[in-house]
């Protein structure tokens, strides 16, 4: 199973990008999806995920009202829509899988290559 992330790049203060996360097996569509991140010297935090369904989301305080997680599953991909991005949202975004409604970095299955997010101030 692979998760391969998109998305990633630098962006003003303020500004927003939309991440994407692909999975390469469509039996990860019963499958919690969501985001960490890893900013430069920090340990890796969650960010969101959402149920398989959709219907359950979940966001750190640190994002709540700024991103917006999403999926499609049948194009077995999930998204995330950052806006009103700020420096310390700098950091290196995965994406993850997991049977589990989870925001422990210990439940989570599956695991994609970063994508970087760069924030200018």
């Known amino acids: 199973v692979q998760l391969q992330a998109s998305g990633g790049g630098l962006v003003q203060a303020g500004g927003s990008l939309r991440l994407s996360c692909a999975a390469s097996e469509r039996t990860l569509n019963r499958y919690t999806m969501g985001w960490f991140r890893q900013a430069p010297g920090n340990e890796r935090e969650f960010v969101a995920v959402?149920?398989?369904?959709?219907?359950?989301?979940y966001y750190s305080d640190s994002v709540k009202g700024r991103f917006t997680i999403a999926r499609d599953n049948a194009k077995n991909t999930v998204y995330l829509q950052m806006s009103s991005l700020k420096p310390e949202d700098t950091a290196v975004y995965y994406c993850?899988?997991?049977?589990?409604?989870?925001?422990?970095?210990?439940?989570?299955?599956?695991w994609g290559k970063g994508t970087l997010v760069t924030v200018s101030s």
């Open positions: 993850v899988a997991s049977t589990e409604i989870s925001r422990t970095i210990h439940d989570m299955d599956y």
């Open positions: 959402i149920s398989w369904s959709g219907v359950i989301t």
